[in-house]
């Protein structure tokens, strides 16, 4: 019985050794996949598309930089947009765009916003203030269509002219 059983043991011992090696490659494959830079999103202008009492509806364009040596399909970006401070916006977006190797693209999102109180708290702190700039901070992520590549964060602040609301 002990012949039996050290058998079945070895035959297992090499299925498992078997396996192991055939998957060495695989788990290899995502420490050997592109590495990513960031790229970098900025706040290019905010206008107003439509508003009633609870919910307010904006188009952001935002400028994408891909720092990069390959071109990077977006599929998605899920974002947090704070204006002077305040949350103005957060959702996501399935716009899907090419940000070209080394290079930029501009691209216009969608936001939708039941925040009234802090519209009124950017308004209130715009009177009285000489031109139409405020500060902006914009967090999230960028999910794109790129082999053992997850989801990429970026993080970018400064500052937008209201004036060029369209």
């Known amino acids: 019985?002990?012949?039996?059983?050290?058998?079945?043991?070895?035959?297992?011992?090499?299925?498992?050794?078997?396996?192991?090696?055939?998957?060495?490659?695989?788990?290899?494959?995502?420490?050997?996949?592109?590495?990513?830079?960031?790229?970098?999103?900025?706040v290019?202008?905010?206008?107003?598309?439509?508003?009633?009492?609870?919910?307010?509806?904006?188009?952001?364009?935002?400028?994408?930089?891909?720092?990069?040596?390959?071109?990077?399909?977006?599929?998605?970006?899920?974002?947090e947009l704070f204006l002077e401070g305040d949350s103005f916006a957060e959702g996501v977006s399935n716009q899907s765009f090419v940000v070209p190797a080394m290079g930029e693209s501009e691209f216009d999102m969608s936001v939708r916003t039941n925040f009234v109180s802090s519209i009124g708290r950017l308004m209130s702190r715009m009177n009285g203030r000489e031109g139409n700039k405020v500060s902006y901070?914009?967090?999230?992520?960028?999910t794109i269509d790129l082999p053992f590549v997850g989801d990429i964060p970026f993080a970018d602040t400064g500052t937008v002219d209201l004036t060029t609301m369209r």
């Open 1 to 42: 019985m002990s012949a039996t059983f050290a058998a079945i043991h070895s035959g297992i011992r090499s299925r498992l050794l078997a396996i192991a090696v055939l998957l060495m490659p695989l788990a290899g494959c995502a420490t050997l996949g592109p590495e990513i830079q960031p790229p970098r999103l900025s």
């Open 44 to 79: 290019v202008s905010v206008g107003m598309l439509s508003a009633d009492v609870f919910s307010q509806q904006f188009r952001v364009r935002l400028h994408v930089q891909n720092p990069n040596s390959l071109e990077i399909p977006v599929t998605g970006i899920e974002y």
């Open 137 to 142: 901070t914009i967090t999230g992520k960028v």
